[in-house]
């Protein structure tokens, strides 16, 4: 078995990209509860394989219940999450990998960390973009009606604010297409970028 | 541009083995300072991807300065430290990938909790067997020194005590055999595992 000279320095996140034939980034996924951003992320991810590129999606599935698992829901603690989230992402990132983090993530502030964290050139913010009225009529979790009923406090848009993007780098409406659109304008989105590696 | 039927699931660890033509696994390195782990895992590293696989080394680079930033040495966020690494190791072994971790990870108490985390059977310990003599020879960062002189207190193998793995998955003795000999030793075991996905 044939050994090479070893220098003792790790692979580089552009000799990762060009291995796995595709540029890296973190596509952040910002919107309320229910707006179908886990759904689209997901949906994206699997796009994404289908085609030959190597993806991964971090959402509260994965990380709230191991890594952030020691952390509650005070102002302090929902900081230190995303600031996690956002070094984990890099993380991916610097691994060849495209990341895409799916969080209501609900403040300018909090998403600014973020983007810092990951650098302003590798991070894409995008914006599901569904009205609370819709998010709250499908109420996929049942959390929405323990908001209002007041047995979850601090809930996103009932009685904690959500500060929408500025000026995303993609915002998704989907209350008036088909799921299915959303996708293909989130995979087109990346498949423009990813080319660049 | 073709969407897939959309059901709303993370591509699987086996979906992504497939992906990617391997099985992922953790290969927890420990040892001493200047044992010469980190060495080891970035030559196995570059000699995985030179094969086709995809791998990533987790060591105190990329760990310590960013989202450990917040810990510090007290025996609570040394747990917490390799707590925290085990969880991201696990997360991109569920990724599909090759997941090499380098940390010191000194006593047998605090790999047991990086393998309970990862899951025993995803696990492997591999030990490089370095006697202190020769890693304080070598002092390569010079920490030994320092360590020496009391200008750095719970330093492992001075002053805090290193406990030896008792069944490591794989010993690799570095004093008297050349760095390329150690990494093929590594890369075999690797190679042998990953396969099997």
Same mark, same amino acid.
């Given at each position: 078995?044939?050994?090479?000279?070893?220098?003792?320095?790790?692979?580089?996140?552009?000799?990762?990209?060009?291995?796995?034939?595709?540029?890296?980034?973190?596509?952040?996924?910002?919107?309320?509860?229910? @707006? +179908?951003?886990? =759904? *689209?992320?997901?949906?994206?991810?699997?796009? #994404?394989?289908? $085609?030959?590129?190597?993806?991964?999606?971090?959402?509260?599935?994965?990380?709230?219940?191991?890594?952030?698992?020691?952390?509650?829901?005070?102002?302090?603690?929902?900081?230190?999450?995303?600031?996690?989230?956002?070094?984990?992402?890099?993380?991916?990132?610097? @691994? +060849?990998?495209? =990341? *895409?983090?799916?969080?209501?993530?609900?403040? #300018?502030?909090? $998403?600014?960390?973020?983007?810092?964290?990951?650098?302003?050139?590798?991070?894409?913010?995008?914006?599901?973009?569904?009205?609370?009225?819709?998010?709250?009529?499908?109420?996929?979790?049942?959390?929405?009606?323990?908001?209002?009923?007041?047995?979850?406090?601090?809930?996103?848009?009932?009685?904690?604010?959500?500060?929408?993007?500025?000026?995303?780098?993609?915002?998704?409406?989907?209350?008036?297409?088909?799921?299915?659109?959303?996708?293909?304008?989130?995979?087109?989105?990346?498949?423009?970028?990813?080319?660049?590696?």
């Amino acid at each position: 078995m044939n050994i090479h000279p070893i220098y003792d320095k790790m692979l580089s996140r552009s000799e990762r990209e060009k291995a796995l034939h595709q540029k890296s980034m973190v596509l952040w996924f910002t919107g309320l509860s229910g @707006s +179908g951003k886990s =759904t *689209i992320a997901v949906a994206l991810e699997r796009e #994404l394989y289908s $085609r030959g590129y190597v993806a991964q999606v971090l959402d509260g599935d994965n990380i709230r219940h191991g890594i952030n698992s020691n952390l509650g829901f005070s102002i302090e603690d929902r900081r230190e999450n995303i600031r996690r989230i956002a070094e984990i992402a890099k993380l991916f990132m610097q @691994s +060849g990998i495209v =990341t *895409i983090c799916s969080f209501i993530s609900p403040t #300018l502030e909090i $998403r600014q960390m973020a983007r810092e964290i990951i650098g302003e050139q590798d991070f894409f913010e995008i914006f599901v973009d569904t009205p609370l009225e819709i998010c709250e009529q499908r109420d996929v979790k049942g959390l929405y009606q323990k908001a209002r009923a007041g047995q979850i406090t601090g809930f996103t848009g009932i009685d904690s604010p959500y500060e929408a993007p500025v000026n995303p780098d993609l915002q998704i409406k989907t209350a008036n297409q088909e799921l299915a659109h959303s996708v293909r304008a989130a995979l087109e989105f990346t498949l423009e970028k990813i080319k660049h590696y």
